[in-house]
């Protein structure tokens, strides 16, 4: 991510008066009628919350306790909020004897101010471990112990006040098989830590729902059939998982996944609950350095559109959660140099067309389904 690209916003942008809060949408700024608040009552819209991973390498101070016009949109805007880096080992562990919940707790209370719901990600990962961890000289049974400790401790904390948990994630690779190798804790432990994670998981918060996430499993694929074949055999054990969740990482290059709705209704036929968790639409930036074409623009509006449909249909789908709402805190062109612009909203907070083609796939959605109430959103709004 260049530093080009924040020049002028940043500095702007985070001296918005909080009053700019009820501008029009396409305005810089807050919106008349928030978008959780268009959706059908039981469905919740969501963003990630930015800070630790990719922004610590920056040149920004850390979005969610430093840019005031970024927490009042994500007060405002959303119905339920993901820590993106803050809940993993990376954040919670600085070492083995040690917890920080410090930025974790920040956000819980954030959200609990603004009558959001909280998705906790993530517990069992291959990835953002501790060097104390992957490079510690543990024997099997402490690392046991480690991760049943981490687990509880983490997932109790927040009982009751956390309704989902990304448990396990991208525990499948590419080609469809669990990734007993590249994953720390199932190349140390074996498979069944992934089902003893779950069980650690219900015993701490019994309420809270439990799900696999993963990413290129929105259609039907090797991938996503991969994950009903492992979700079956957890139910088929009394596992304690309760659902699926597909990251929905796309790429306007790559095609729209047609077969999303199906995949869907798939896992909601086994009786699991599904959502989209980590939605986002990436470009192909203009070599030129401008800002995508207005054709871009449409068709990423469009995938946005189809993605949010395609959830709104499925009956067991009831979240669409962001990864970022804004261009400014995205980590798409850090991952995939070339592309981005992979938000809602661009830099400076404008809204683009994608944002527009949510409100509308929610106002149509409400139409075909009068009745609902999209007035029925969470309280919203408070900043603290
Ligand atoms: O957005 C996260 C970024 O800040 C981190 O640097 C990165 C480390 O791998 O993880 C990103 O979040 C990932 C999420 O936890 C799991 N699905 C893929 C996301 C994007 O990489």
Redesign the pocket.
């Known amino acids: 991510m260049s530093i080009r690209r924040f020049s002028i916003s940043l500095a702007a942008a985070t001296a918005l008066p909080l009053v700019l809060l009820s501008c029009p949408p396409g305005a810089v700024g807050g919106n008349a009628q928030p978008l959780d608040d268009r959706a059908p009552e039981g469905f919740l819209i969501g963003s990630?919350v930015?800070g630790?991973?990719?922004?610590e390498a920056e040149p920004y101070p850390d979005p969610f306790t430093e840019d005031r016009a970024y927490t009042a949109l994500l007060g405002q805007e959303f119905g339920s909020l993901t820590p993106?880096?803050r809940m993993?080992w990376s954040d919670l562990r600085p070492s083995e004897d040690t917890y920080d919940f410090s930025d974790a707790d920040r956000i819980v209370d954030f959200a609990e101010r603004n009558g959001q719901e909280v998705r906790g990600?993530?517990l069992l990962?291959h990835?953002?471990n501790p060097d104390w961890l992957e490079e510690g000289d543990h024997s099997e049974h402490e690392l046991r112990e480690i991760l049943r400790e981490h687990v509880t401790a983490v997932v109790g904390r927040y009982e009751g006040r956390i309704h989902q948990w990304?448990v396990a994630?991208?525990v499948i690779d590419d080609e469809g098989r669990l990734r007993t190798e590249d994953n720390f804790w199932l190349r140390e432990l074996g498979p069944d830590v992934l089902v003893d994670t779950f069980r650690w998981a219900h015993e701490a918060d019994p309420e809270a729902e439990l799900f696999l996430?993963?990413?290129s499993i929105e259609g039907i694929n090797d991938k996503s059939d991969a994950y009903l074949e492992l979700v079956g055999q957890m139910l088929d054990a009394d596992v304690p998982v309760h659902g699926l969740a597909v990251?929905t990482?796309l790429s306007t290059d790559a095609g729209f996944p047609e077969s999303m709705e199906e995949n869907l209704d798939r896992f909601g036929d086994l009786g699991l609950r599904t959502a989209l968790t980590?939605v986002d639409v990436r470009v192909e930036m203009p070599r030129n350095g401008s800002a995508p074409t207005d054709g871009q623009l449409a068709e990423q509006a469009d995938f946005y559109s189809r993605a949010l449909e395609a959830c709104l249909n499925a009956e067991s789908c009831t979240s669409f959660t962001m990864?970022?709402f804004t261009d400014r805190y995205s980590?798409v062109p850090?991952?995939f140099p070339g592309t981005g612009a992979a938000t809602v909203m661009d830099d400076g907070f404008t809204r683009k067309p994608a944002y527009g083609a949510l409100e509308d796939t929610l106002r149509d959605h409400h139409r075909q389904n009068a009745g609902g109430d999209p007035g029925a959103g969470h309280a919203g709004g408070s900043v603290g």
């Open positions: 990630s930015a630790g991973g990719h922004h993106e880096n993993k990600h993530t990962w990835d953002q990304d994630n991208e996430n993963d990413y990251q990482h980590e990864w970022s980590w850090v991952t």
